[in-house]
């Protein structure tokens, strides 16, 4: 006997559909709303960035007068630094300064490091801005030249001190370390967070053409960029375009958007921020408590932009200086 459709059963089943209080359906709709937005801003997980096959043609290739000058060696490769897929994960990382094993300073002076057997093309100065993180500075310098000496590169790394019990200033620490980067005719500089560790070989520390994003992918943020216009934690610029957008602001005290107004300034002067794909610019980011946050940073940013951007590299102002060469880095203390 045919199977007839049971109008009955349907009509009970929209009943108790109908008999679902409104909020339910509601919340239903929000769900999905919610994770439709999730799955929206993953987005940024695939930013747009320079193809790796790209990347020999976007790097700036420039070193100190003093090394152009004597060329001698056969010039170092780095095709295979930039096709590695060698990668650390964020749990192999070294979480005190015992986990670094063995740490030899070999080839190291100044905090600076030259290869030995080949030309660089690339010189780099490193300026880290530093307060009170001992236990981040003894990870820090021993894993970035256990890094760095394996990419071909000739770098300095310089390591920028607040001294004085005066609210945090990155911005003019950044600016005091270029100014003394400059001096040395470094023609790219490197401003890196002290808490960013690099887990990708194939992260290869030197300037594009244009500015540079480094740390676009962060385990902190789980490997997600936050936003598209983010210099913070690590970027590369060359020293003329450094020169030519004014450096940092000196007005942003305290935690925040020092950053942002670097972006501003980097795309107010038709420069653009470029980056490497993904799995090349991951870092695993050292846990702390950052510096209170700054109330005023948003209408500092609104306000520096009306003034053009008149205050930075070129204003920079500061009480006291000093510089001494350590053995992992030149260190400049300063107070503001
Ligand atoms: C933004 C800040 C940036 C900061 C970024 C990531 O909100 O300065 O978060 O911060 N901008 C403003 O506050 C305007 S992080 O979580 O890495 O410390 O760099």
Redesign the pocket.
């Known amino acids: 006997m045919p199977r007839y459709f049971d109008c009955k059963k349907l009509n009970k089943k929209l009943h108790l559909l109908f008999q679902v209080p409104i909020s339910k359906y509601a919340v239903t709709l929000l769900s999905i709303i919610a994770i439709h937005r999730l799955f929206t801003s993953c987005n940024v997980y695939n930013y747009p960035s320079v193809p790796r096959e790209q990347l020999t043609d976007a790097i700036y290739t420039a070193t100190v007068p003093q090394l152009a000058e004597k060329r001698t060696k056969p010039d170092c490769p780095y095709d295979h630094i930039l096709q590695s897929k060698e990668k650390l994960q964020t749990w192999e990382v070294p979480k005190s300064s015992k986990d670094i094993g063995n740490f030899s300073a070999w080839g190291i002076k100044d905090g600076s490091y030259t290869p030995e057997h080949c030309q660089p093309l690339f010189s780099v100065a490193i300026l880290v801005t530093y307060r009170n993180r001992q236990r981040h500075l003894d990870i820090f310098l021993p894993y970035m030249h256990n890094f760095l000496r394996k990419q071909n590169i000739h770098y300095k790394i310089f390591l920028v001190e607040q001294l004085d019990n005066k609210p945090w200033n990155k911005g003019m620490l950044y600016n005091i370390g270029a100014q003394r980067a400059l001096a040395e005719r470094f023609p790219c500089l490197l401003l890196h967070?002290v808490d960013l560790l690099p887990l990708a070989a194939s992260n290869l520390y030197v300037c594009m053409d244009q500015p540079r994003h480094l740390s676009a992918s962060?385990d902190?943020?789980r490997f997600v960029l936050?936003?598209d216009y983010?210099?913070?934690?690590v970027l590369a610029m060359r020293a003329d375009h450094y020169v030519r957008v004014n450096g940092f602001s000196n007005n942003f005290y305290n935690?925040?958007?020092?950053?942002?107004?670097m972006a501003d300034r980097i795309l107010s002067n038709n420069l653009k921020i470029l980056r490497f794909p993904r799995e090349m610019s991951e870092y695993s980011?050292m846990t702390h408590t950052?510096e209170p946050?700054?109330r005023a940073?948003?209408t500092i940013?609104k306000e520096n932009k009306i003034q053009g951007h008149k205050d930075g590299l070129s204003s920079v102002r500061y009480e006291s200086l000093q510089v001494k060469a350590q053995r992992l880095c030149t260190w400049i203390g300063v107070k503001l």
Do not use: A, C, P, S
């Not at 983010?230 to 934690?233: M, N």
């Open positions: 967070d962060i902190k943020f936050i936003y983010l210099v913070g934690g935690w925040g958007g020092e950053d942002d107004e980011m950052h946050v700054n940073r948003e940013i």
